[in-house]
């Protein structure tokens, strides 16, 4: 079973539209989540960190559910440029400190 | 600061020749982990080092591959012999423990 799944998607959402992505891990050792966006043929990149309490970043908002195990990632009012991967990664720190990434979903903002 | 660099940027080279990846993490940072990712197999962990010594190398596709850290700000990795089926975009990434991890901008392998 992998540590990290998330929908592959892709996602295909106009231009203002809200879009939701999940992604579960199933290690309840986890300690720390995060949510990371990589643009083809580049480095994936910090997006945000989720806390227990969930946090917001502008449009973006991250939730955790420690009791279901999932974390999600809520981008409003799309914009062309948030089209991208977005990728979800958990760290283990009983693990020596491994990080555990998902596969990863494609979103496609559309004018 | 900056970053976590890599080198070459991108390296062709032919079947069974030797290749060396680069990598200097962002100073401070005592964990290094390095990633292979490909279109088919996505993001993947070769080997990963907290405070120079390695940790995980169960990653590591098989003995062609080696890593070494002989310091806190130097990291290689190697092929040898390379074969085409190594073609990929291979990523160094440092971290401070259960910290975000920051990559470096990759290495695209081209096997021939």
């Known amino acids: 079973r992998k540590e990290v799944e998330q929908d592959p998607g892709p996602f295909n959402v106009p231009e203002g539209a809200t879009v939701a992505f999940n992604c579960t891990y199933s290690n309840s050792a986890s300690q720390s989540f995060f949510w990371y966006r990589q643009d083809c043929r580049k480095e994936p990149k910090l997006l945000m960190s989720?806390?227990?309490s969930g946090n917001e970043d502008g449009r973006f908002t991250a939730q955790l559910n420690r009791a279901s195990q999932y974390i999600s990632l809520l981008i409003r009012d799309s914009k062309l440029s948030d089209s991208a991967t977005y990728l979800c990664?958990?760290?283990?720190?009983?693990?020596?400190?491994?990080?555990?990434f998902g596969t990863g979903t494609s979103l496609t903002v559309i004018p | 600061d900056a970053g976590v660099i890599q080198s070459p940027r991108h390296e062709v080279t032919e079947m069974g020749q030797e290749v060396t990846l680069r990598c200097k993490p962002i100073?401070?940072?005592?964990?290094l982990f390095w990633y292979r990712q490909t279109m088919m197999r996505g993001l993947e962990l070769l080997i990963y080092f907290n405070n120079n010594v390695p940790i995980d190398d169960s990653g590591m596709p098989e003995d062609r591959f080696s890593a070494k850290m002989p310091n806190a700000s130097f990291s290689t990795l190697k092929i040898q012999p390379s074969e085409p089926r190594d073609s990929a975009v291979y990523f160094c990434?440092?971290?401070?423990?259960?910290?975000?991890?920051?990559f470096g901008p990759g290495t695209r392998l081209t096997v021939t």
């Open positions: 990434a440092s971290s401070i423990p259960s910290y975000e991890q920051y």
């Open positions: 100073s401070g940072h005592n964990s």
């Open positions: 990664v958990v760290n283990i720190p009983n693990t020596g400190n491994q990080f555990y």
């Open positions: 989720v806390y227990s």
